[in-house]
């Protein structure tokens, strides 16, 4: 079955084969793979699809729409689908306009564009749906630094369907403490050549990491965590930057430093365009040109050509994951921890970087719009960490926020 259905409203005023003649044509250049199912006047399971669309046929329907309006019980916001001809705009307009005085609301589908458009209505409602029920947690709180980015577990659950779970920091290092490696492919990494040696010798320690983590997310059943990292440098000398990259490429996304904001758009990101994202600082950035400089010290292992283990960044210790992103267009994600704040922009990843001073993974990306750089980045950001998505999603990011 199709997720996206088509129902109709006609005037029975107007010719029915040539409506019909016109209907399909229409439909064919809106949907040219043919993913969608017509429905007509049928609107019995209305409301039961990933994305529902009333066409507007003609003008002349509102009355039709008015007869039908008490069956769709528990509907609150309806897309109008409009093809410009026989009075179809007027019509949706007339029916939009009585909708919003009545409480109730919707949007007119019309004009260029309709294929991405509706396609983005209906990954972000098929997002919707695949977050309810999901348990993230959260090992250890938040880094001390992390002054701005706590998060409302309630507006989350209740927004987003999101299960946030805490679980002590002592159950984490008991977990990693008795972890035994699982997997004997896991030696076969290339190293950075500079401090290969020590990372060689750091690699069993990040490998005992991720297993102890895994058992944690088996044990809690969980869809992504955070964690409060760097409370590993400490315990055991080494870095959970490993173990993250490889859960990323997994498909259970997990973010570092216990940036509960950042996982959630890491979350969020995945359910929408179905992708992994890049959890980066901006480190520099230029007003004139708008490119910004992102760094990290870990990066989902299927987002990159290439990678290579070095040493963590701050430390010197652990293993930092030094990875290669290809030239592409990006989405930049950021929501806030009571999801009351919403970042989105596209961009281009220039080329990759190698810099001394900066986390071991560096892109240089230019935003479409260099204004963000003063109007959001330099005056009104949310917290420091952004989420970095392979492809242009703007439209189905929005459309996830908006419904």
Excluded at 86 to 100: K, V
Excluded at 329 to 355: Q, Y
Excluded at 379 to 397: D, K, Q, V, W
Aim: aromatic content about 6%.
């Amino acid at each position: 079955m199709n997720t996206i259905a088509v129902y109709t409203l006609t005037s029975a005023l107007h010719d029915a084969a040539a409506i019909d003649a016109s209907t399909k044509s229409f439909l064919k250049e809106v949907f040219p793979d043919g993913d969608y199912d017509l429905k007509g006047a049928d609107y019995a399971d209305f409301g039961t699809h990933t994305l529902d669309l009333i066409y507007v046929r003609t003008g002349g329907t509102e009355g039709v729409f008015l007869k039908l309006l008490p069956k769709l019980q528990g509907i609150k916001h309806f897309y109008l689908l409009t093809s410009g001809k026989s009075n179809s705009l007027a019509a949706s307009m007339e029916i939009l306009s009585y909708l919003n005085q009545n409480g109730l609301s919707g949007e007119i589908l019309h004009g260029s564009g309709l294929t991405e458009k509706i396609h983005a209505l209906a990954a972000a409602r098929q997002a919707k749906q695949v977050l309810q029920g999901k348990r993230l947690g959260v090992l250890g709180h938040p880094s001390d630094w992390l002054i701005s980015s706590a998060a409302d577990y309630m507006a989350v659950k209740q927004r987003l369907g999101l299960e946030l779970i805490d679980i002590p920091m002592d159950e984490v290092k008991a977990a990693i403490e008795k972890a035994e490696n699982r997997d004997p492919e896991d030696q076969a990494f290339e190293l950075v050549e500079a401090r290969a040696e020590k990372v060689c010798e750091a690699i069993p320690g990040a490998q005992k990491i991720h297993w102890g983590l895994d058992s944690i997310v088996k044990a809690h059943d969980l869809d992504g965590f955070t964690l409060r990292c760097f409370d590993l440098l400490t315990a055991f000398g080494n870095t959970g930057c490993l173990s993250l990259a490889r859960f990323n490429a997994a498909g259970i996304p997990a973010s570092c430093e216990g940036d509960v904001p950042a996982l959630l758009s890491m979350v969020i990101a995945n359910a929408v365009a179905g992708t992994t994202g890049f959890m980066a600082n901006p480190s520099r950035m230029d007003s004139a040109t708008g490119k910004v400089v992102f760094a990290h010290c870990t990066v989902p292992l299927d987002m990159v050509d290439r990678y290579a283990l070095d040493t963590h960044f701050e430390s010197g210790i652990g293993v930092g994951i030094k990875g290669e992103i290809p030239a592409s267009p990006v989405t930049i994600l950021k929501v806030s921890g009571d999801l009351s704040r919403i970042f989105i922009a596209e961009a281009m990843i220039e080329r990759n970087l190698s810099e001394p001073n900066l986390c071991r993974t560096q892109i240089e990306l230019k935003l479409d719009d260099p204004a963000l750089i003063q109007n959001y980045f330099l005056t009104a950001p949310i917290g420091n960490h952004h989420i970095i998505i392979p492809g242009r999603h703007s439209e189905a990011l929005k459309a996830f926020f908006a419904g």
